[in-house]
């Protein structure tokens, strides 16, 4: 029977969730990943992350828990009830971490992924030690978590860090939120893809269509960025159009909590190297030069795990051991 006591950390996505069990130092143990199927319901998603949680407990010869650990993609209150997930089809209201509780003999605690995922970068990434940073996915949607002098901003209700939703251009199209012109409507894989796909059924000029083959609805944000990494002037266009509407949101961010690190994750940041010089040229445009003194953009090294991290990461704050 193994001594570790591991913390069970849970990525609950729009597609797919992720259950892990993590240790004290953040070193992963065991993982495990399934489609969401949230249409099925919240009892029965919860049913399938316990069954496999136990598999691994029971693989690894875990007795005892520290405690388990939930990113969820979503709103979510401090009490850990979720409000309306865009991407968990057909939940409304739905008490999260009541409803883990009932199903685990261990303390649980629960944050939106994009929150709860700052804490892992700042806990055991590329921020570690830092205590004024800024952490944004970029990804399916946007979301993010801001920690100012080693606090987590949660607002009154723990749903603040929205950030997906500052506006940046309302003549701009929506996003699955239903709001015009908002950063993850302009900038997310999913927008990028949407906004490509609409520029070639105007008759736009692009050789994206030979990358997917003449069916302009297979077009993904992935192939916007081999098609700019090749030339495409279309597809280069749009990608820089994508740095500055990125920029100006992280300009914004800046300049309201002055953040000495600001870390970006998530799918579209895998071309990082196609949108980093227009972001950066942007910054220093829209800045007051103050705020870029010993300032830096980073990108997360923990790729698809930064929500598992995360989790563990909030068990180990709140339980009061987190390792310095």
Avoid at 228 to 242: F, I
Avoid at 294 to 307: E, Y
């Amino acid at each position: 029977m193994s001594e570790i006591r591991p913390i069970v950390a849970i990525d609950l996505g729009g597609t797919n969730f992720r259950v892990a069990l993590i240790a004290a130092d953040g070193t992963i143990l065991d993982s495990v990943k399934e489609d969401s199927r949230s249409e099925e319901g919240p009892e029965r998603v919860i049913e399938r992350i316990e069954d496999v949680a136990n598999g691994m407990l029971r693989r690894g010869g875990h007795a005892k828990l520290m405690g388990v650990g939930a990113a969820v993609a979503g709103p979510i209150t401090s009490d850990g009830v979720i409000y309306h997930p865009p991407n968990l089809v057909g939940w409304e209201v739905v008490p999260f971490k009541a409803m883990l509780e009932k199903r685990f003999d261990a303390p649980v605690w629960v944050g939106n992924d994009a929150n709860v995922a700052c804490l892992g970068v700042q806990a055991f990434g590329v921020g570690k030690g830092i205590d004024d940073l800024i952490y944004m996915t970029v990804s399916t949607g946007v979301g993010g978590g801001v920690l100012t002098g080693g606090k987590l901003v949660t607002g009154w209700k723990g749903m603040a860090a929205e950030i997906g939703h500052i506006i940046i251009d309302r003549s701009r199209a929506k996003a699955n939120c239903g709001h015009s012109g908002c950063l993850e409507s302009l900038v997310s894989g999913t927008s990028i893809a949407r906004i490509a796909r609409e520029g070639l059924s105007s008759g736009e000029q692009s050789s994206l269509r030979e990358v997917v083959g003449g069916d302009v609805a297979d077009v993904r944000a992935e192939h916007v960025f081999q098609a700019a990494a090749a030339g495409d002037p279309y597809s280069v266009a749009l990608v820089r159009q994508v740095a500055w509407d990125l920029s100006m949101g992280i300009v914004g961010l800046v300049h309201i909590f002055n953040p000495k690190l600001f870390v970006l994750g998530g799918g579209v940041t895998r071309d990082w190297h196609l949108l980093a010089p227009d972001v950066h040229v942007a910054m220093r445009q829209q800045t007051f030069p103050e705020f870029l003194a010993d300032f830096d953009i980073a990108l997360s090294t923990f790729g698809d795990d930064v929500g598992l991290v995360g989790a563990a990461a909030l068990v180990l704050r709140e339980s009061g051991a987190l390792p310095t």
